[in-house]
């Protein structure tokens, strides 16, 4: 499991330089473009272009690496049928090990929770920077003179948080509880 933190940890020493040179390339260009504009609006665009550039230049990133480590999640369970694939994820997710030590489930349970433990943050960060792409974009539309616009952008943009926050809360959950089973599992 070394080789696959040690890749995650590369992914994000060299995503966040991306996402930072993206925000930078996006405030430039919106510097270019808001050329006239009132200064909330200039900064909105700014702010906007360069969340865009930023997020999806990261979340471009990071989704080569999440390709790579996607066997880690899928190898452990990949001869399992679909209830034992059930239970190892439940189990794991919740931090409950699975009760008969020594089985081949179990051992696949702590193999699959060491790679959720690297790829699980690989993805959220993932999500989340796409959905700063996504939500950059409409960022400068929020107040626009045309009611229509700036009413999908709000509504839009407000759609967009709240699923990003209910996805992260999930997703911190997650990762939590397979961290908690690692930390049992490692007890024994």
Do not use: C, K
Request: aromatic share 10%; hydrophobic share 50%; net charge positive.
């Amino acid at each position: 499991m070394g080789d696959y933190e040690d890749i995650a940890r590369r992914a994000w020493r060299r995503t966040t330089w991306i996402a930072i040179g993206g925000f930078v390339v996006g405030a430039i260009v919106g510097v270019f473009l808001a050329g006239g504009e009132s200064a909330l609006r200039t900064l909105l665009i700014v702010v906007g272009l360069g969340l865009s550039i930023g997020g999806l230049s990261g979340a471009v990133s990071l989704f080569t690496i999440a390709s790579r480590l996607a066997p880690s999640m899928q190898w452990p369970v990949r001869e399992l049928d679909r209830a034992d694939r059930r239970t190892v994820r439940r189990a794991v997710y919740s931090g409950q090990p699975i009760e008969t030590n020594g089985s081949d489930v179990a051992h696949r349970a702590a193999d699959w929770a060491r790679g959720a433990v690297v790829t699980l943050p690989v993805n959220l960060g993932q999500f989340l920077l796409l959905y700063l792409g996504i939500g950059g974009a409409q960022l400068p539309n929020i107040i626009n003179d045309d009611p229509w616009a700036s009413s999908f952008a709000r509504i839009f943009f407000g759609a967009l948080v709240l699923v990003a926050i209910g996805l992260s809360v999930s997703f911190v959950r997650n990762i939590r509880g397979a961290r908690r089973y690692l930390a049992v599992v490692g007890s024994r």
